[in-house]
């Protein structure tokens, strides 16, 4: 069974940080692009970060460049997100998605069952 398993959600204050954490349970994955997702209440779930398979290639929403950082470990099989200088508006559940196409997130095949980020202002 494939699963996608994030890490690392939690309470920070604003301007503050957390890493999250997804980890593929398949070696499949090395060769998917990966990257996050995220869901404030209310409303729909949108783009936030991806990497390629080979992690060279990043993309980031516009809201979160400079804060938010997307990484992959490709010998652990894992993708991280760096976030700094968090606002409220960061809140939400994020998920870690992954894609078969390998350079981006066109729409993703698998998810994770999602992590809670919640920031105090």
């Known amino acids: 069974q494939v699963q996608l398993v994030e890490s690392g959600g939690g309470l920070v204050q604003a301007g503050g940080s957390l890493r999250l954490s997804c980890a593929a349970s398949?070696?499949?994955?090395?060769?998917?692009?990966m990257g996050w997702f995220r869901q404030a209440p209310g409303k729909e779930r949108r783009f936030v970060a991806a990497?390629?398979?080979?992690?060279?290639?990043?993309y980031y929403a516009d809201s979160v460049k400079g804060r938010l950082t997307i990484s992959r470990d490709i010998a652990k099989n894992t993708v991280s997100l760096q976030m700094n200088n968090l606002k409220a508006e960061d809140t939400a559940v994020y998920y870690c998605?992954?894609?078969?196409?390998?350079?981006?997130?066109?729409?993703?095949?698998?998810w994770g069952q999602g992590t809670q980020v919640t920031v105090s202002s």
């Open positions: 990497v390629s398979w080979n992690g060279r290639t990043t």
């Open positions: 998605a992954a894609d078969r196409n390998q350079m981006k997130i066109v729409g993703p095949d698998y």
């Open positions: 398949r070696r499949t994955f090395s060769s998917y692009a």
